[in-house]
């Protein structure tokens, strides 16, 4: 028996104990019921995350509502998280409901309105015993709605990144050092220095976004130098969708979702333990 919890003591903990908590984006109640399961079965905290195109075609109350049932029934930790939100207003709107940890994304803007926006935002979800996720630099690739063109790309400067968390107090602190949202051309560069000057001068939670299709040994390297959140969601989507696929292919008279949906479910469920493993999260509660 739980509730929503915020992140800030699972981040806390993570970091603390030098493991990551998966943030897996869900987009249905087949992900989150999918992520819940298998969490809880490796006891492992978890974090679910929405994007606004998500919270826009679930709506925000269905999804605390879902959350609020799986925490229930469940004693793992369970936090459900607003990603990459840009809207001050729709974070508002789905704290009011019930969210306790949103990502303010203002690092597309310059640096001195990013830290005014995010500050906006810390003060509001403090006062509401939630936590805040902001970024500083800028990952390339596609998230949903977000789009960010190599050239637009920014890797997260160490001092900067210092003066950032001081100011606006945040939580957690996404920081780009050369993972990508969604599929990678070729193989990844992750720039390990980089998150090490950042480790030393940041004592906040750091968070990787853009972890899919990054090799395991690269997410485990990231982990062991201090990242303590990361974020799946591409691996995800595929699997499920090819699973769905598939099952068309061989069923093309298929037209009950309890039966088309059940092999996406159990795809993604594989992927969801592996990346568990990848964090070294299970058994932690
Ligand atoms: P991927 O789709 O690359 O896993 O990125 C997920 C993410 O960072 C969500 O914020």
Do not use: W
């Amino acid at each position: 028996m739980n509730t929503i919890l915020s992140t800030r003591q699972m981040l806390l903990d993570a970091q603390a104990q030098h493991y990551a908590v998966p943030a897996f984006n869900i987009h249905n109640m087949e992900t989150l019921q999918v992520v819940v399961e298998v969490a809880e079965k490796m006891h492992s905290p978890v974090i679910l995350a929405g994007t606004p195109s998500t919270i826009r075609y679930a709506g925000p109350a269905y999804i605390v509502a879902m959350a609020q049932v799986a925490a229930k029934q469940t004693t793992i930790p369970i936090a459900i998280h607003l990603d990459h939100h840009e809207d001050f207003d729709a974070i508002k709107t789905s704290i009011d409901l019930g969210f306790r940890s949103a990502m303010i994304d203002a690092s597309r803007d310059p640096y001195d309105e990013n830290v005014a926006r995010v500050k906006e935002v810390v003060d509001y979800a403090h006062h509401r015993d939630a936590t805040v996720e902001a970024e500083l630099g800028k990952l390339i690739g596609q998230e949903d709605d977000l789009t960010v063109s190599e050239a637009d790309g920014a890797y997260t400067d160490p001092d900067t990144a210092a003066d950032f968390v001081e100011k606006t107090g945040i939580d957690s602190l996404a920081i780009a050092i050369g993972t990508a949202h969604g599929l990678y051309k070729g193989e990844p560069h992750l720039d390990f220095d980089r998150l090490k000057a950042i480790r030393e001068r940041v004592s906040t939670p750091l968070v990787l976004h853009g972890a899919s299709d990054v090799p395991d040994e690269l997410v485990q390297k990231a982990i062991s130098m201090g990242i303590c959140k990361v974020n799946i969601a591409t691996d995800l989507k595929i699997p499920f969708s090819d699973a769905v696929k598939h099952y068309f292919q061989d069923n093309p008279k298929a037209n009950d979702p309890r039966q088309y949906m059940t092999p996406g479910k159990e795809a993604m469920a594989a992927i969801v333990a592996h990346k568990i493993d990848v964090c070294g999260s299970a058994n932690r509660y």
